[in-house]
């Protein structure tokens, strides 16, 4: 495997599940990303991580959990979503230099969560 | 209050003519812009950046042009290929924001 993988691709739940997204990097990047995108808009980032850490929490909501075991993996934990959380959730990974600021990320394919 | 905006949200050019997409900023602190290429089912691809000491940097068939007091950079592809067919992000970050914002995209189709 190449690149950032993301698994599952599809996903389906209702309100009431709790299902997990997984992220895998294998560049050896030292930060880690969540975005989502809705139709019709832009990307919007969720969480970072970086060194494991994680620096920023774009005030998502709480039904959105990530865990960031190691650098190489990322997680989001789903649970009690909405309809209107259906969406493209990617994640993405770069090498901070000393940060996460302005270092060109890399994206995986991405998981198309529909809520029902 | 979006900071990056992509006003066209699609753009048609045939095969062999010159593709130009453009990204406008509204934060003057931005100094690192990005263009990202994403197919449908894939996410997106890293295609070009260039930094805020620079006006141009070309790679290929993709030339990035920034023009910081308009606040805008364009996107130009030439010759624009039919596997040029996808939609473009661009985006902008800079050491007050530590995180890269994205525009909404623009659909570039290029017919044969």
């Known amino acids: 495997e190449t690149g950032v993988t993301q698994t599952p691709r599809h996903l389906v739940m209702g309100m009431t599940n709790k299902k997990s997204l997984k992220c895998e990097q294998h560049l050896g990047h030292n930060a880690m990303y969540w975005y989502k995108q809705s139709a019709k808009k832009p990307l919007e980032l969720m969480f970072v991580y970086s060194l494991e850490e994680r620096v920023e929490n774009n005030s998502v909501p709480s039904r959105f959990s990530p865990e960031c075991p190691n650098s190489s993996h990322l997680f989001l934990h789903l649970h009690t979503l909405q309809p209107e959380d259906s969406a493209l959730y990617l994640c993405?990974?770069?090498?901070?230099?000393?940060?996460?600021?302005?270092?060109?990320?890399?994206f995986g394919p991405g998981t198309r969560l529909t809520v029902l | 209050d979006q900071q990056v905006k992509q006003n066209s949200p699609s753009l048609s050019v045939q095969e062999g003519r010159i593709s130009i997409l453009n990204c406008d900023y509204t934060?003057?602190?931005?100094?690192?812009f990005l263009w990202y290429k994403k197919y449908p089912a894939e996410g997106p691809t890293f295609l070009i950046s260039?930094?805020?000491?620079?006006d141009k940097n070309e790679d290929g068939r993709f030339t990035v042009f920034l023009n910081k007091s308009a606040k805008h950079l364009s996107l130009h592809i030439v010759p624009s290929q039919p596997g040029d067919s996808a939609v473009y992000f661009c985006?902008?970050?800079?050491?007050?924001?530590?995180?890269?914002?994205f525009g909404q995209g623009t659909t570039l189709q290029v017919k044969p």
């Open positions: 985006a902008a970050s800079g050491s007050n924001t530590g995180k890269l914002i």
């Open positions: 993405a990974s770069s090498q901070a230099g000393s940060g996460y600021s302005t270092d060109t990320q890399y």
């Open positions: 934060n003057s602190m931005f100094d690192y």
């Open positions: 260039i930094s805020s000491i620079k």
